[in-house]
């Protein structure tokens, strides 16, 4: 099959550097731009020759406009987003400004990321596991039945696993957490970028690595000031998002991620969504038939990030790179302990992958 926007991934391969093998590895790091590197050499640079303070005064308004079009995108405000270092750091700051007592049960999912169970139970927390059907999606019926009787503290939504590329039916989780009063938290780390994130939750984080293609080290936690006033932040004022900030920050990461987000909003947000999802597609119809492997996802899930299960998925993982030179992540069961069992292997492309690149994964695989 062609491969949906074309035009779309010439732009962005050609806005890269020249990737040292086949990259299908985005869901755990994207290749960055060449525009987006340069934006944080030159903010670096700058605070050399300026000194830290004055290099991020002279950012401020440049790092307005990212947290206006990165609020846009989770359907919030500018004055809600908190730049964080990482979406692990985001939860954690997060739980900790929250003081839910202890002993107070959180809703999840039974694929929940091994990161964010543990900030809960560190923070005394009683994660409650959700129904769910074979694939890690939300029994929306169950769920409803659950807060209008023995309602939890909280429910905690990861809209698309680490582990598999499913996208979990966060509008109606939404909808039922409103009429009933639950706070709703929501993990995007793994979905903005390749879904469309615009949550009415009351709380949402993520991370610049992924889909938005922007630096590491750099993260966000977005939260509807109604709820964000009843947060008890180490040192601030309450209300405002700044006070969740850490302020000896990667000021240069900050300056790369809203290059990425400028990126993504003029390479269109829909677009961009369409040219993923038909890449995912494309590379489960290319993997269908490989002796031994499964894949896991229905092949019309919309995102760009496919799991496999196989035969030997530790060595195959690392024969890939070494000898066929393809990057892909291999998801181990600590990854998502209520749902992993055995290992998988991800393979998550973005928006420059090309079909020949795609055509050598199959006969890779097959090869072992």
């Known amino acids: 099959m062609t491969l949906p926007h074309p035009e779309l991934g010439a732009a962005w391969r050609a806005a890269r550097p020249r990737p040292a093998g086949v990259h299908l590895d985005s869901a755990a790091c994207s290749r960055q731009s060449t525009k987006v590197l340069d934006a944080v050499a030159h903010h670096a640079r ?44 985001s939860v ?14 959180v809703a999840v999912l039974p694929g929940e990321y091994h ?30 039945r659950l807060l209008r009787s023995t309602p939890p503290a909280a429910v905690h939504l990861t809209a698309v696993a680490s582990h598999r590329g499913v996208v979990q039916p966060w509008v109606e989780v939404s909808r039922l957490c409103r009429a009933t009063g639950v706070p709703l938290v929501v993990d995007v780390a793994q979905a903005l970028g390749q879904v469309d994130c615009d949550i009415p939750a009351d709380a ?21 000031p109604a709820f964000r006033a009843g947060l008890t932040p180490v040192q601030g004022d309450p209300a405002d998002a700044l006070s969740y900030e850490t302020h000896d920050a990667h000021v240069a990461g900050r300056v790369g991620l809203t290059l990425a987000v400028g990126e993504h909003l003029a390479a269109g947000p829909v677009a961009v969504r369409e040219r993923l999802a038909g890449i995912g597609r494309a590379v489960r119809e290319r993997l269908a038939g490989v002796p031994g492997w499964q894949v896991v996802e229905p092949v019309d899930e919309p995102t760009a990030a496919t799991t496999l299960t196989g035969p030997d998925v530790v060595t195959a993982h690392a024969r890939l790179r070494a000898e066929h030179g393809i990057l ?3 998801c181990l069961p600590a990854r998502a302990p209520g749902e992993l069992s055995a290992p ?8 420059d992958v090309t079909d020949a690149e795609l055509d050598v994964l199959a006969p890779a695989l097959a090869a072992g």
Do not use: C
């Open 204 to 224: 949402v984080y993520g991370t610049s690595r992924k889909w938005m293609a922007g630096p590491r080290g750099v993260g966000f936690l977005v939260t509807r």
């Open 115 to 144: 990161g964010n169970l543990a900030g809960l139970t560190h923070e005394g927390l009683e994660p409650q596991v959700l129904a769910a059907d074979d694939l890690g999606r939300v029994d929306v019926d169950a769920l409803a």
């Open 46 to 89: 700058h605070e050399a020759e300026v000194g830290g303070y004055l290099a991020e005064e002279s950012a401020e308004m440049l790092l307005q406009q990212g947290r206006s079009v990165l609020a846009g995108l989770v359907g919030m405000a500018a004055a809600d987003v908190s730049f964080t270092e990482s979406a692990s750091s």
């Open 344 to 351: 998988v292997l991800r393979v998550s492309p973005h928006l």
């Open 92 to 105: 954690r700051i997060l739980l900790d400004a929250w003081r839910l007592p202890a002993g107070a049960r």
């Open 328 to 330: 892909t992540t291999l």
